[in-house]
């Protein structure tokens, strides 16, 4: 069956760096569209970052210049490079998988947990 499982989340201070994998099995991963988001303690879930059907790149307004998502076809993995982190980006962390013609994320890892102290 379908599987995301992300890794590398964890506490980190102000201005710090962390990456987050997220590994995929169960389905052919280069066929799927992938995307990072992420809910913080009382708020909305939003995604943070996306690869495009076209391989581009779209990023939350928050976290332009600092995030980094990348794929890598070959280990069916997914990443979330996070530079100058701060406060606000405490979160927990989620990968989910989507047909890249539907909007919809169908698959979701159960998430890594990120915090950032000042």
């Known amino acids: 069956q379908v599987q995301l499982v992300e890794s590398g989340g964890g506490s980190v201070q102000s201005g710090g760096s962390l990456r987050l994998s997220c590994a995929a099995s169960?389905?052919?991963?280069?066929?799927?569209?992938m995307g990072w988001f992420r809910q913080g303690p009382g708020k909305e879930r939003e995604r943070v970052a996306a690869?495009?059907?076209?391989?581009?790149?779209i990023y939350a307004d928050s976290v332009k210049g600092r995030f980094t998502v990348s794929q890598d076809n070959a280990k069916s993995t997914l990443y979330l490079q996070m530079n100058s982190l701060k406060p606000e980006d405490t979160a927990m962390y989620y990968c989910?998988?989507?047909?890249?013609?539907?909007?919809?994320?169908?698959?979701w890892g159960q998430g890594t947990q990120v915090t950032v102290s000042s």
């Open positions: 989910a998988a989507r047909n890249c013609y539907w909007s919809d994320y169908r698959y």
């Open positions: 690869i495009l059907r076209d391989g581009g790149t």
């Open positions: 169960g389905y052919t991963f280069s066929n799927y569209c």
